[in-house]
């Protein structure tokens, strides 16, 4: 992120962002540290380095570059921004009943709202929070295409039907009719499928 951004760190060096999905209601510590789901700074701690090992096994010596880290336990990113619930930077559940055309609700699965002009660009919008970018990109997309002049969708769909070298259009393959005294072979029986 430095490279893109040089107030993320100082000169010659980089940072680096990971995260990971945890259950909402801890019972017990899968990996046998201690870990309770209070988040308590030992909770926060222990998940950390629970990642960073993670890391480290396909970058050996990624932990020994560390200077710093920053922690946002579950309940931090709630007590920042309250859409966060529970600490979800996806903007709610991933389940099926709020993918697609469902999310955020039933027939509100596109950018463009009731309100106009007005149109959904945060993780809360189809795709979801974990395209990062790309509930922003669908709204932009609807955006300019209610300010497209006419005519320019159907030059672009004229445009979009050349192969990627710019040759001539594609056209599906047709198949021929018999031509009178030339009767088609007769089709090979197809086999069963298993």
Same mark, same amino acid.
């Given at each position: 992120?430095?490279?893109?951004?040089?107030?993320?760190?100082?000169?010659?060096?980089?940072?680096?962002?990971?995260?990971?999905?945890?259950?909402?209601?801890?019972?017990?510590?899968?990996?046998?540290?201690?870990?309770?789901?209070?988040?308590?700074?030992?909770?926060?701690?222990?998940?950390?380095?629970?990642?960073?090992?993670?890391?480290?096994?396909?970058?050996?010596?990624?932990?020994?570059?560390?200077?710093?880290?920053?922690?946002?336990?579950?309940?931090?990113?709630?007590?920042?921004?309250?859409? %966060?619930?529970?600490?979800?930077?996806?903007?709610?559940?991933?389940?099926?009943?709020?993918?697609?055309?469902?999310?955020?609700?039933?027939?509100?699965?596109?950018?463009?709202?009731?309100?106009?002009?007005?149109?959904?660009?945060?993780?809360?919008?189809?795709?979801?929070?974990?395209?990062?970018?790309?509930?922003?990109?669908?709204?932009?997309?609807?955006?300019?295409?209610?300010?497209?002049?006419?005519?320019?969708?159907?030059?672009?769909?004229?445009?979009?039907?050349?192969?990627?070298?710019?040759?001539?259009?594609?056209?599906?393959?047709?198949?021929?009719?018999?031509?009178?005294?030339?009767?088609?072979?007769?089709?090979?029986?197809?086999?069963?499928? %298993?």
């Amino acid at each position: 992120m430095t490279t893109a951004d040089a107030t993320r760190s100082p000169q010659g060096t980089e940072s680096a962002w990971a995260y990971t999905h945890l259950p909402h209601e801890i019972g017990a510590d899968a990996g046998d540290e201690g870990i309770t789901g209070r988040w308590d700074t030992k909770d926060q701690e222990l998940m950390a380095d629970r990642v960073e090992r993670q890391v480290e096994r396909f970058a050996p010596g990624f932990r020994s570059l560390i200077r710093a880290r920053r922690i946002l336990a579950p309940p931090t990113p709630e007590s920042l921004d309250a859409n %966060l619930h529970g600490g979800a930077i996806n903007g709610g559940t991933a389940a099926l009943h709020q993918q697609l055309v469902f999310r955020p609700a039933p027939g509100t699965g596109r950018p463009e709202t009731a309100v106009p002009g007005l149109f959904l660009a945060s993780s809360g919008a189809h795709t979801g929070g974990g395209v990062h970018g790309a509930p922003g990109a669908n709204a932009a997309r609807a955006t300019l295409r209610r300010h497209r002049p006419p005519g320019l969708a159907r030059a672009q769909r004229l445009l979009t039907r050349r192969d990627r070298a710019g040759g001539p259009p594609l056209t599906p393959r047709r198949t021929r009719e018999p031509r009178p005294g030339n009767p088609r072979p007769p089709r090979k029986p197809e086999r069963p499928r %298993l």
